[in-house]
């Protein structure tokens, strides 16, 4: 093998370095330009999602814009609703709730005549019947006695009944 001269191997180490930083370079100036296109079509890209998006946030800005007083309005309309129907309901809780203690005390008062007539009749009935019908039941009585009477002494008199001839035989077990 042969020596090289110290020299000459500077020499050559210096060339394959500068081969290699050349080498590098070169392939940093192709990553630059494919960076470069990359950030174009990008740039693209961003332009033509802004273009068509811009439009829809444009609309839906202006949208907010006239329609947010009309939710507000709406809201305020809704709120005094709501407030509105709360006073009517407890104002018809109110008044139903008066409605049915009035009720119940014309029940109670209409029970109470209803007891007390009820009672009325009741002694009414019962008079009646110590006024009318005992004196009834009495004159019933004496015309019931008297009709009696009458008809007996009216009924043809028969004759006396026989009595029984001693020793029959029928008769002989029956004592009166």
Known sequence: ?????????????????AGTLLLQVILLIVILF???KAAAAVREDLNEIRDSVTPLINQTHEL???V??????????L????????E????????VTEISERARHQAGRVDFMLTSALDKV???????????????????GILAAVRAVV????APQAPAPKPPAKGSQGDSGMFI
């Open 1 to 17: 093998m042969s020596h090289f001269d110290p020299q000459t191997l500077q020499i050559v180490v210096a060339a394959v370095v």
């Open 34 to 36: 494919g960076v470069r």
């Open 64 to 66: 907010l814009v006239r």
């Open 68 to 77: 947010g007083p009309k939710i507000e309005s709406t809201t305020d309309d």
């Open 79 to 86: 709120a005094a609703f709501t407030h509105s129907l709360r």
């Open 88 to 95: 009517q309901t407890n104002n018809v809780e109110a008044t």
């Open 122 to 140: 009741d002694r009414a009935g019962a008079i009646v019947n110590n006024t009318v019908t005992i004196p009834l039941r009495q004159v019933t």
């Open 151 to 154: 008809e007996n002494l009216r």
